[in-house]
């Protein structure tokens, strides 16, 4: 289309989430125009026809899905997402994604086949999800109850997320890559619960998929909490990887010192 917007602002989608909101502050902090929307600005990933009013202009937008990237039909809404973003002179774009899933593997290759040169940050599980996530009531009651406790997993921070994606959207020579973001050592779910102060207790799943639809929880994000905690807890993502590295120069940042801030921010 030959139509760029070089001095538009960024577009930040999931903005009041855990990667949005840090990205959004880390861009503002470089003093880059950013925008952040979620469905309170009137966007969402499931009303396609208001898209075009919030990608005039935009010249990067970060892609992170909500609730989740690994659910069926997630790919083919961020892909025509994308497709919508270049059609309207939208250069740079950056998606976030999950490791080891199929479904969220699918999404990325659904995105890449509208826009190649879309930049990649596949995170593994969020140390966040401890704190502002869907663990932090379990961490907060002192019992972290789930169906797997004793995979090695390399937790990630979202701060390290973040500022993966910020880079990648402020400044060029990121288009096409694909960073595999994960922390610098693998600790299991009882590990990780006993340095946050909880115990881990193990649970049949079908045991904990009744709890958390007594809890209220919809249907389809329990089925997708049951996945991540059977299927995608077989070993494929015991392993770390060096995303962070590549993408910042420099290591990523310790589980214990996220830990460490989370119990002073009880404190
Ligand atoms: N948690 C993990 O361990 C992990 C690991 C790897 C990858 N991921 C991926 O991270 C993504 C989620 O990112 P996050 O954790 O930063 O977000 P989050 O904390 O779950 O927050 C969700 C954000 O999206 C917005 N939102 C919710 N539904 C929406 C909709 N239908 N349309 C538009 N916006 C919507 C929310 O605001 P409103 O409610 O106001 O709309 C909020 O800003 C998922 O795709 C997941 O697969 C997560």
Redesign the pocket.
Known sequence: MGMTNAQGPVLV????????RRVLARLTDLGIDARGI???DG????APARWPEFLTGVRAAYL???????MPGAGAKVAAFAEAARAHGVERLVM????GEET?LASEQAVRVVAPDTTIVR?S??AQ?FDE?ALAGYIAAGTLTLPVIDMPEPFVDVEDVAEVAAKALAEPGHEGRLYEVTGPELLTFAQAAELLGAQAIAVPVDEWRAELAAAGLPADLIDLLAYLFTEVMDGRNRSVADGVQQALGRPARRFEEFAAEMKKAAA
Request: aromatic residues 16%; glycine residues 12%.
């Open positions: 989608t999931a903005a009041t989430g855990k990667t949005g979620t469905r309170s966007f969402d990933w499931d992170a899905y909500a609730p989740d990237i690994a976030l994604s999950g490791r969220a995170c599980f969020f999800n996530g």
